[in-house]
T-cell receptor
């Protein structure tokens, strides 16, 4: 069975500091991993994905994420946080082995960047 | 290229009424997904459709909920005899037909259903 865990409901970081939003996953086969961001009263916006290849993937707005197979993690990172990064972040996984097209989402992490 | 369009953005229904949520996928996309987001929770998959076919409805409640994606027109998520527990944000996503390896799903802004 597929699952995604985002262990932190809330992350606070000062503007200009590096940020990390954590995500771990569980799938039967190889994972396709995604990060989405949700701004208030808006739909989810795609940030980045990991399919195969380089474990460090770069996405929109300066975000990047590192796939770690041994730790089954896919943490989202940014070297220098902006106030405008404050939003709700969701990690999602698709299990390649099952062939299912739907995404399994974590419960989300609310990021607050403090000016 | 317009994004995924959902309407209405907000829908208020009384218990027992029907709710109809519409989703127009991005141009060129023929794969549609519906997700439900309860307050303070992540999105939960409900149903996956292609034109005129339901591919996976494993996340749909067994009763009162149905979905369709006709040859012409938007995808419709229908909830009959709504109850307070149906209050949630319902998101639609679409992906392109040609993406056989991995589908990036593009999401609409959602419909927020409130059941009084």
């Amino acid at each position: 069975a597929q699952s995604v865990a985002q262990p932190e409901d809330q992350v606070n970081v000062a503007e200009g500091n590096p940020l990390t939003v954590k995500c771990t996953y569980s799938v039967s086969g190889n994972p396709y991993l995604f990060w989405y961001v949700q701004y208030p009263n808006r739909g989810l916006q795609f940030l980045l994905k990991y399919i195969t290849g380089d474990n460090l993937v770069k996405g929109s707005y300066g975000f990047e994420a590192e796939f770690n197979k041994s730790q089954t993690s896919f943490h989202l990172k940014k070297p220098s946080a902006l106030v405008s990064d404050s939003a709700l972040y969701f990690c999602a996984v698709r299990d390649v082995l099952t062939g299912a097209n739907n995404l399994f989402f974590g419960t989300g992490t609310r990021l607050t960047v403090i000016p | 290229n317009a994004g995924v369009m959902q309407n209405p953005r907000h829908l208020v229904r009384r218990r027992g009424q029907e709710a109809r949520l519409r989703c127009s996928p991005m141009k060129g996309h023929s794969h549609v997904y519906w997700y439900r987001q309860l307050p303070e929770e992540g999105l939960k998959f409900m149903v996956y459709l292609q034109k005129e076919n339901i591919i996976d409805e494993s996340g749909m409640p067994k009763e009162r909920f149905s979905a369709e994606f006709p040859k012409e027109g938007p995808s419709i998520l229908r909830i009959q005899q709504v109850v307070r527990g149906d209050s949630a944000a319902y998101f639609c996503a679409s992906s392109p037909t040609s993406d056989a390896v991995v589908n990036i799903q593009y999401f609409g802004a959602g419909t927020r259903l409130s059941v009084l």
